[in-house]
Structure formats: structure tokens, C-alpha cells
């Protein structure tokens, strides 16, 4: 690890513990607080496909007539990274087998929210709102979803389109879904022993996407980013602003889960 990662590290960590130990997770106790944060965290989901697929147009040829593009070093690391999350194993029994039935974990979320009783209203309404010809920003206006889901939507899209390749892989490395903890972990697991038929799918893409998500591709994201500022201290310094703002986003996201449960509690 270099000294440049490690530096944005250590000024991440004040507000990643903040997100780390937020509050709203100790908040959910039941099926009902299950279902609001999967209404607002499949936005996070989305946004991390979303900059996954924005760093592969930006680092590798996705045109035809295709010509090399960049660095064929980071053109592996992201390439792997997008055949892992964009078409994985969609069970446990498919992973234990080695093949079967492949979802990208976008995919799988929907599933999951799907089998908890989760509303898909909001996505879906964005979607459909996109797929009519609105951009993105119009459409985050238009749609009925949580206000902290919209500012986050938004920080999104303004790093995509900087086009700043630096900085998408630095937002899409230091806000990765590694901040869920464990505790979090164990909360679902309690919870769907008492549930299994509403929760195991959403156990299994906690499991499936931390562990893939936090291990192999947390490294190779860490390398993209250091192979894209490169010995640049401006692009460094500006990986750095950004990740912190990126991790004050999805606080925010989480601090609308919290008011939400809050709020069906009273």
C-alpha cells in the first residue's frame, strides 16, 4: 500500500467511523426497519454500478471500432472488477459449485428487496423515468424517493460527470459497501433465523458482496486509484476531497434511514 493511500486513509477515518458506527444500525430491530434501509440503501447499489460502469468507459474501448485505450494494467483491474459485480453467482449453492445461475448484484438486491416485502417503487419510477429519456438529474427530481437518497444520487452523478477518472475511482474505492459492519451482520443473521423465508436472499448479498467486495476487489480498487494519480500531488489531493465528501454522502443517506425508522416507530 503507498503512503499517498495511506494518507487518504487516515484523513477518511473521522467520518468513516461516523458512518461505520452510525446510529441507524442499532436502530433496526425488525422485518418493517429491514425493509427502510433496503428502500434507501439500493440507491447506494445503483450508484455503485453506476461509477463502476463509468470508470469502464472512461479506462477501457467500449466503441466500435475498438482501439486500445490507456493502461492495460488498469484496464484489467477494472475489467475484473465489473465481471465480478456486474455477473456473479447468484446463490450459495452456485458459489459452493463453482456455476450456475449469474445475476449482477444490482440484480440480486432487487431479489432480495423483493423477498422482504421491500418497496421497489422509487427505483423502479427512476428507471422508468431514464429509460423515457430524461436524464439522470431530471429524473432524481421528478421521482418520489427519500431526500437523502436524491443528495446522494446527486454527489453521484457531478463526479461522473467530471470525467475525471482519478476521481470517480477514488469515490467508487473509499465508499464502498466494506462501511456496513458487522454488527450489521449479525442484526440480519438474528433476523433471519427468525425469518429466513423473507431475508436469506438479502443475507446471502450481504455475505456474498462484503466478502467479494471488501477483499479481492477492495485491492484492486485501492491499486486503480494509485495507478490513476499516479505521482500527481493534485490528483491526490483531490482523490482525497472527494472521497471525504463521498463518505459525508453516505451519512446523510444514513441519517435519512434513521429519521425514517424514527419516525414508523412513533
Known sequence: MTQEIKKIQAGLEKVRSEVVHHPSYRAIQSIED???????HIYAVWDFMSLLKALQNQL????????????????????????GEESDLASEEDVKNGDGIRKSHFEL???AMEQTGASRAGIDALFSQIRQGRSVEEAIELVSIPES?????????EVIATKKP?????????GREDLIPNMFHSIVSDLNAKFP?????????????????????????L??????????????????????K??????????GVMEEIQKVGV
Not at 429491514?34 to 434507501?40: A, D, G, K, L
Not at 467500449?62 to 477494472?78: C, D, H, K, N
Not at 423465508?197 to 480498487?221: C, M, N, P, S, W
Not at 491499486?223 to 471525504?244: F, H, R
Open 109 to 111: 438486491y432487487l431479489e
Open 34 to 40: 429491514i425493509r427502510i434501509f433496503m428502500e434507501h
Open 60 to 83: 477501457t474501448c467500449t466503441q466500435v471500432p475498438w482501439f486500445p485505450v490507456g493502461s492495460a494494467e488498469v484496464r484489467y483491474l477494472i475489467n475484473e472488477i465489473v465481471c
Open 246 to 255: 463521498s463518505l459525508e454522502m453516505r451519512k446523510q443517506l444514513w441519517d
Open 166 to 174: 482519478h476521481l470517480i475511482a477514488a469515490v467508487f474505492t473509499f
Open 223 to 244: 491499486q486503480m486509484v494509485s495507478e490513476l494519480c499516479g505521482n500527481d500531488p493534485t490528483k491526490w489531493e483531490e482523490a482525497e476531497k472527494y472521497s471525504i
Open 197 to 221: 423465508t423473507q431475508l436469506a436472499t438479502f443475507k446471502f448479498y450481504l455475505d456474498r458482496h462484503i466478502e467479494v467486495d471488501g477483499d479481492h476487489h477492495g485491492h484492486l480498487a
Open 149 to 157: 437518497a436524491k443528495r446522494f444520487l446527486r454527489f453521484t452523478f
